[in-house]
């Protein structure tokens, strides 16, 4: 074993054994929901029992974005123990790829066996329009680095991890279903990561169309790519917050992605809150 493999597991441990101290009762949840833009008012609807600052988690990164909180909650969420992850690193922020990941292995390591990922999106598919929801079925990661390069750390997964199935097509069916017996407009589609922080070209969205992508973001992948190869499974949902670039008349702006996922964020908590329920 290489050192910075060595470092990273040390860091990794000692994060997770941090949060463990915390949670009195010792009952750890198994299910992690990271909210993103338009999911933050999920933390009101939660039972919070703990609420720990990032920045006081040994070896956590601390996020920097307006919008985007840096705290883990430990609470309850329609009976269910959870953790809620209240602001997210993204590669835009200077962070490596694997360092806004570093998260999803503490959660590994405490024993949680679903993530529930959501994010704000640019709709290019033509029928997915602005405060509607997308079940992300695969994603596009072409122009990213990969949270996995460097020393593979075998206790978590192989090298050359499987990616054929990254998000759980059981959870899929069950966000569907969900969706169509209470009204909430949901869509099924491809994600496309791109890195940030400028909002793309219109020859790039026209690009990523042709590639096959129904939506675009700046987050999510990384997280998922490191939960698929650690065996957590993965539901993600994107809050379509605007029409992508050159496909509408108007001037993208972080703005408009704020209000609309304020807009729309009823539907996507209350979809993250019956799905967490039936699980
Ligand atoms: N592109 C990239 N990221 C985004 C967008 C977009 O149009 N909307 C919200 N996040």
Known sequence: MIDSERTVTDSVFKAASYIKSKIADGDIPSICIVLGSGLAPLADECDIE??????????????TVPGHEGRLIVGSLEGKRVFMMSGRFHHYEGYDSSVCSFYVRVMKRLGVKTLYLTNAAGGIADNINPAELMAVTDHLSFYCDSPLIGPNMDEFGVRFPDQSQVYDPEYIEMLMNIAKENGIRLHKGIYAYMKGPQYETPAEIRALKNMGADAVGMSTVPEAITASHCGIRIAAVSLISNKAAGLSDKKLSHQEVMECAAKASSDSCKLARLFIKSL
């Not at 703990?50 to 996020?63: C, D, E, G, M, Q």
């Open 50 to 63: 703990l609420s720990i600052p990032y920045a006081t988690i040994p070896a956590f990164p601390v996020s």
